[in-house]
Nanobody, 113 residues
Framework: VQLQASGGGLVQPGGSLRLSCTFS????????VAWYRQAPGKQREVVAD???????TYLDSVKGRFAISSDSAKNTLFLQMNSLKPEDTASYYC????????WGRGTLVTVSS
């Protein structure tokens, strides 16, 4: 399964971005799927996940600001990010939770004025 994340960019604090990640084969009816991020010099962490029943879990620091969703017909995972903060700066990746597939290229989000 190949993963391709997109939608990152440079945004000012308080701004919004919507990330997308396409899976070459849909995992959504079987696996929990997640967005991860890795900031420079830090370990990769789970930002949000969505389970096969549609329930979601968020990292405490993004609760109320980020929303994860999926479109199983398009094999695509989304992350709507609002009220972005400089500490959200990182490369963002998608994968199952726990990760089963090669990570592929992430998408860089830079929050800076």
């Amino acid at each position: 399964v190949q993963l391709q994340a997109s939608g990152g960019g440079l945004v000012q604090p308080g701004g919004s971005l919507r990330l997308s990640c396409t899976f070459s084969r849909s995992p959504f009816n079987i696996d929990t799927v997640a967005w991860y991020r890795q900031a420079p010099g830090k370990q990769r962490e789970v930002v949000a996940d969505i389970k096969s029943d549609g329930s979601t879990t968020y990292l405490d620091s993004v609760k109320g600001r980020f929303a994860i969703s999926s479109d199983s017909a398009k094999n695509t995972l989304f992350l709507q990010m609002n009220s972005l903060k400089p500490e959200d700066t990182a490369s963002y990746y998608c994968n199952t939770l726990p990760p089963k597939y090669f990570w592929g290229r992430g998408t860089l989000v830079t929050v800076s004025s």
